[in-house]
């Protein structure tokens, strides 16, 4: 029953995370005055001046939020995005990563639960206790070395990903020591990508984080001021 639970569990985080929205930034072009696109020496396109500004992106040519990076594989800006996956095949940023980090916490757990009961099994029997002999052991040794080694690189997978959701911090802003979003303590962090509602934070069901236009660094601070692109 409990490897079922794991199992059910593992699975409708996979599917949840692999085809849900991770948090696609709209697609609104940027609209230049003539005025200033006139100002410009050479009426240079005024993105190319815009490189180095991190709320605006020259490959959507569009502005993004603060904590929003360009997904080169999905062609699109997705809101606090923390890598490609390539197994779920989908960007995991901000309305997708808790069911990533269930998936992996999930599928960690069942492998180690696999490992234990399967070890406990095989110290408690013999070779009679299977008719196949020498060849099905060789199947169940090969069973707890695999998920065994999968199990302990997968806890320190999660244990990673745990830090970065204490922090509220994500993977690509690790790198930069200079993203600092943490808020007043690890349960604020955690409930910030988690959701409010602690007792949903192990259940593959969407967070209730905050909308466009709702708490900082979301697509709605594109006209209250933080994430503002200006002109000057």
């Not at 997708?96 to 269930?102: C, E, Q, R, S």
């Amino acid at each position: 029953a409990v490897f079922n639970l794991l199992l059910l569990l593992l699975t409708v985080s996979y599917i949840r995370c692999s085809f849900s929205d991770p948090g696609y930034v709209p697609r609104r072009l940027f609209q230049s005055s003539a005025a200033t696109v006139g100002a410009i020496p050479g009426n240079i396109p005024l993105v190319q001046r815009r490189e180095a500004d991190k709320t605006f992106c020259t490959k959507c040519q569009a502005d993004k939020p603060e904590r929003a990076h360009h997904c080169r594989l999905c062609g699109r800006c997705v809101e606090r995005m923390d890598h490609h996956c390539p197994w779920v095949n989908n960007c995991v940023g901000r309305d997708n990563y808790k069911f990533f980090v269930l998936f992996l916490l999930y599928t960690c757990l069942t492998a180690l639960y696999n490992t234990v009961t399967v070890a406990v099994w095989a110290m408690r029997s013999d070779s009679r206790d299977i008719a196949e002999g020498p060849m099905a052991w060789a199947v169940v040794w090969i069973n707890l070395f695999t998920t065994g080694v999968f199990g302990v690189v997968l806890v320190f997978f999660c244990g990673f990903h745990l830090q970065l959701i204490s922090k509220n911090q994500t993977t690509i802003e690790s790198l930069d020591r200079r993203s600092q979003y943490a808020l007043s303590s690890a349960a604020d962090n955690a409930r910030a990508v988690l959701g409010h509602n602690a007792w949903y934070w192990l259940v593959p069901i969407k967070p209730g984080l905050p909308t466009d236009g709702e708490g900082p660094g979301g697509a709605g601070d594109l006209e209250g001021g933080r994430g503002q692109r200006c002109d000057g």
